[in-house]
Nanobody, 125 residues
Framework: QVQLVESGGDLVQPGGSLRLSCAAS????????TGWFRQAPGKEREGVSC????????YYADSVKGRFTISRDNAKNTVYLQMNSLKPEDTAVYYC??????????????????WGQGTQVTVSS
């Protein structure tokens, strides 16, 4: 069974950090690009970051560039999103997704066919 499971979401103060995990089962994650998306209440789902298969090239939305880092641990079949200097506007449900071999630019949710259930990130004092 193909499955993606996100974890690591939490309530954190502005300026804080979180690391999100996206664990895959039923398939080998590094055969595909893996993207992170987020959706805040009342807003459309937006692409945050992506890491391509094979060469591991990364992509970041301008809103998170310099603060977020995407990485992959092939031994654990897991992709991570390290989020630093968090801001209240980062509050959203974060999803990981996969399917294409390379990261499309820009990141459109419609380019990704396999999704996790999401994990809530709340940045608030």
């Amino acid at each position: 069974q193909v499955q993606l499971v996100e974890s690591g979401g939490d309530l954190v103060q502005p300026g804080g950090s979180l690391r999100l995990s996206c664990a895959a089962s039923g398939f080998t994650l590094d055969y595909y690009a893996t993207g992170w998306f987020r959706q805040a209440p009342g807003k459309e789902r937006e692409g945050v970051s992506c890491i391509s298969s094979s060469d591991g090239r990364t992509y970041y939305a301008d809103s998170v560039k310099g603060r977020f880092t995407i990485s992959r641990d092939n031994a654990k079949n897991t992709v991570y999103l390290q989020m630093n200097s968090l801001k209240p506007e980062d509050t959203a449900v974060y999803y990981c997704a996969t399917d294409p071999p390379v990261c499309p630019r820009p990141l459109f949710p419609s380019d990704f066919g396999s999704w996790g259930q999401g994990t809530q990130v709340t940045v608030s004092s």
